[in-house]
């Protein structure tokens, strides 16, 4: 598809596919951010922590001297 303006001259078997693996695409992101979000929910009930790494200022303003 590369360098192609437009879908005009491209067969409709092709387009057909492109559909479908744009769809498997969308399915196989919203698995995995369901996935992310059960983790999270998990750890949180577990409590833990965010994987986040702490932020400079985490102990307030007088942090660093």
Do not use: Y
Request: no cysteine; hydrophobic share 35%; aromatic share 2%.
């Amino acid at each position: 598809m590369a360098g192609l303006s437009n879908l005009q001259n491209v067969p409709l078997n092709d387009i057909i596919e492109m559909g479908r693996l744009a769809e498997q695409n969308i399915q196989d992101i919203m698995a995995r951010m369901e996935e992310l979000e059960k983790n999270q929910d998990t750890t949180l009930q577990m409590g833990g922590t965010s994987s986040s790494p702490p932020r400079d200022d985490a102990a307030g303003p007088n942090f660093r001297n």
